[in-house]
């Protein structure tokens, strides 16, 4: 069973450093103003590969509490390398700044880190707009964090329920107290 963890593991991870190395490589070709239709199809290939790698974290830290603060550091840096390979490609792309008084085309990667952090939490400010292929990879981007936000919140509740919600003992303790006090059970 740990093999086949261990390996499905890899395997993702391969998968996700191949789909996002040529995405990223692709992404530093395109000019502006070409379809991009090769980025958003290798973006989406890397957000598959990093699902599957994401989920095989979250399978190995509700499988393994003995490791919970390392699977949750991977997890971590996981999400940290998602946000940067998507800000890496709207850098390359480029973004509509239009925060100031006129509208201007940027292509600085702190800009575009801004912008990537806005679009993978899903707030969407509107301060930047992505230019031509960059849409439909901002697309992308706000889906796979509302995937990856939901997942979050799932495996937080399954880490943390068991020790709020009362469980088995609590019940049985109740029942004996109620019992030794004479009260009848509702």
């Not at 989406?44 to 919970?68: K, N, Q, T």
């Not at 603060?69 to 490609?89: D, G, K, M, P, S």
């Not at 806005?118 to 706000?142: C, E, H, M």
């Amino acid at each position: 069973m740990r093999y086949r963890y261990l390996l499905t593991t890899t395997a993702a991870f391969i998968a996700v450093v191949l789909t996002g190395g040529a995405w990223l490589g692709v992404a530093g070709r395109i000019s502006p103003g070409e379809p991009g239709l090769m980025v958003v199809g290798l973006g989406g290939a890397f957000g598959l590969a990093f699902v599957w790698l994401l989920i095989s974290r979250l399978r190995s830290l509700l499988a393994h509490p003995d490791r919970r603060l390392r699977e949750l550091l991977l997890l971590a840096v996981n999400i940290t390398i998602l946000i940067f390979a998507f800000a890496w490609v709207h850098h390359q792309i480029g973004l509509m700044d239009m925060s100031g008084p006129a509208p201007r085309a940027t292509r600085d990667f702190g800009d575009a880190l801004y912008f990537s952090v806005v679009t993978s939490t899903t707030l969407g400010y509107g301060d930047f707009i992505p230019l031509g292929p960059g849409r439909p990879v901002a697309a992308l981007q706000a889906f796979l964090g509302y995937f990856i936000l939901g997942i979050l919140v799932s495996t937080g509740y399954q880490v943390i329920a068991p020790h709020t919600a009362p469980g088995e003992e609590a019940r049985k303790r109740r029942e004996a107290a109620r019992s030794d006090s004479g009260e009848e059970e509702r």
